[in-house]
């Protein structure tokens, strides 16, 4: 019983269903299509606009480029000291 078997699935489906009726859940279906479309169109504009800008995509099979550190500083910098009540200046 502690897994979900396809009768669960098929219960939770009629309830679905029941509760909202098939025109709610098509419409549902219908905004969610619509939306995956901007998405794509959306990501398409954006690959357009850098090759506009002469800049290329990046793409997922492209690995990150990063900048060389190009620091003196030793990697572990520590704060500065706290200011004491003599270096604090009275007015």
Do not use: C, Y
Request: positive net charge; without cysteine.
């Amino acid at each position: 019983m502690g897994s979900l078997s396809i009768w669960h699935w098929v219960v939770v489906a009629v309830i679905v269903m029941l509760l909202f009726g098939r025109g709610k859940v098509s419409e549902l279906m219908g905004d969610v299509a619509k939306g995956i479309k901007a998405f794509k169109k959306g990501m398409a504009d954006e690959d357009d606009t850098a090759k506009q800008m002469g800049q290329t995509p990046v793409t997922a099979n492209e690995p990150v480029r990063t900048l060389p550190h190009q620091s003196n500083e030793p990697a572990h910098v520590s704060a500065p000291p706290a200011a004491t009540p003599a270096d604090r200046k009275v007015v």
